[in-house]
């Protein structure tokens, strides 16, 4: 009502209101379509960013990786969708992938499990999201960045050790889930080139399809079939505990040493004990960290965000080599990282 009784107090008032009136309105329609956000209390309401984090299964190793998504959702208050495969199958990241995409996700990191074979769907995803890649890359897809190991120089860094372990060679085996994978398939090429000339033989390569209890039957039935194997390796961080496991409950703990990749509770338990001698751990931390910042700028900020990718299409988060000098220090730093 008082309104209504000031409009009383004359024309040049009510010429000044409707200057303003007309004043914001120009204003209004200037706005549109700009994208900005509403104002507060206006029906209109900015667009949720949909954003996902893709496994290459659900082993232990990507607890820490999640630790770092969350880290980054707290600091940019946005949620990355975590999806692991439950068995670690290529059927299972499929569905996933295209799930996601259908849902209308607006940029989706994944770790991809058998890179030359995913092509089509990672493509397909790519047409809808923006699509990156972490820990296992896939370079003939559309993907945008790589953030990750290089995993060949961590294979190099692992196998520089084992030529450490076996000073005067021997036959070794190696163990992991898939070697399709292109971090199998890299690491494996650094070992083979670091043990070069060094009188050491890789007598045997298994596969386990991320089936834990084939991963320790795999090592149990090559240490038997070789009485004299020196060393085996694991490329995937599961295949650490396998191995410390076999070793074990064979009587084989310092006859048959062992050299492997990541930082999983059952593998640096055995650096301590000493049935495990060395493991090249990534960064899972900042896998997820990156991922989730790349992705989110990608969705958010696709100019900026694409100027910023480096010529390589790749971002390399590093190596650390655990032993059983470092590895108490290494846990302790672990376990704040998982706070």
């Known amino acids: 009502m008082e309104e209504t009784k000031s409009w009383g107090k004359g024309w040049a008032v009510a010429a000044i209101f409707l200057s303003s009136l007309v004043a914001l309105t120009g204003c209004d329609k200037k706005s549109e379509g700009t994208g900005a956000a509403p104002a507060p209390g ?45 068995n670690g199958t290529t059927e299972e990241q499929n569905q996933i992938l295209e799930n996601l995409s259908s849902q209308g996700y607006d940029a989706i990191a994944v770790s991809a499990i058998a890179p030359a074979d995913q ?60 070697l399709s994978a292109d971090n199998a398939k890299q690491r494996l090429q650094g070992i083979e080139d670091a043990i070069a000339g060094k009188n050491i033989e890789i007598v045997d390569k298994r596969e386990d399809n991320t089936d834990r209890a084939k991963a320790r039957s795999n090592v149990e039935d090559i240490i038997n079939a070789h009485p004299d194997l020196k060393l085996v390796a694991g490329l995937w961080s599961y295949n650490g505990p396998a191995i410390a496991a076999a070793i074990e409950a064979l009587g084989k ?64 988060t590093g190596i650390d080599v655990i032993e059983k000098a470092n590895v108490a220090e290494f846990k302790q730093k672990l376990a704040e990282m998982k706070k």
Do not use: C
């Open 42 to 86: 206006a029906d209109a309401k900015p667009k949720i960013v949909k954003l996902a984090f893709v496994t290459n299964n659900a082993s232990e190793f990507w607890k820490i990786a999640q630790a770092g998504v969350r880290k980054y959702e707290q600091e940019s208050k946005v949620q990355v969708d975590v999806k692991m495969p439950p």
């Open 119 to 178: 092509v089509p769907v990672l493509n397909k995803t790519a047409e809808k999201s923006k699509l990156i890649t972490f820990d296992s890359d896939a370079p003939k897809s559309n993907r945008l960045l790589y953030i990750g190991t290089n995993n060949y120089e961590a294979g190099k860094a692992l196998g520089g050790h084992i030529v450490k372990l076996l000073p005067s060679g021997g036959k070794m085996a190696v163990f992991v889930g898939m």
């Open 253 to 316: 703990k310092g006859k048959v040493l062992a050299a492997v990749f990541d930082e999983e509770e059952g593998t640096l338990t055995a650096i301590e004990n000493g049935t495990i001698s060395a493991t090249v751990v990534q960064k899972p931390f900042q896998f997820g960290y990156l991922s989730s910042k790349w992705a989110h700028e990608l969705a958010t900020k696709p100019d900026a965000a694409m100027a910023q990718i480096p010529a390589s299409k790749g971002i390399d």
